[in-house]
């Protein structure tokens, strides 16, 4: 049986950055691309805010549905396989959310909390 292009689980992916002794800039340029790719190898993915300080970037993805739960798609995010490294240090904190029907209202009211508290922009 192949799976169709509807056929996937959506996914919020909130990533933390740590400096790692680094400017944060630095961090950024070395990291973000290699969380796009990574996150674009589970499926479709959207950028959808960063932290004014870029600490703290959301992306929401359309997972295979072969990523069952947020558990497999941090795995994947921490593992090198075909890349070069791991998009994300020991030090990195990243929350995953299966974004379903009930929830997504919650996700709305979180994602305002932390814009009344400045860390994030649109």
Not at 24 to 36: F, I, N, W
Not at 43 to 55: K, N
Not at 99 to 110: F, I, Q
């Amino acid at each position: 049986m192949s799976v169709g292009e509807e056929d996937f689980i959506p996914y919020l992916v909130l990533v933390r950055f740590d400096k790692d002794g680094r400017e944060l800039k630095t961090r950024l340029a070395e990291s973000v691309p290699v969380l796009k790719e990574a996150l674009g190898e589970m499926g479709t993915v959207q950028f959808v805010e960063m932290a004014y300080d870029g600490s703290m970037v959301a992306f929401l993805v359309a997972a295979n549905p072969r990523f069952e739960n947020p558990l497999q798609v941090l795995g994947h995010l921490q593992s090198p396989r075909s890349r070069r490294s791991s998009p994300l240090i020991t030090q990195d904190q990243v929350f995953v959310v299966s974004v379903e029907t009930g929830s997504a209202s919650r996700l709305e009211r979180a994602t305002s909390w932390l814009r009344e508290c400045n860390l994030l922009i649109e």
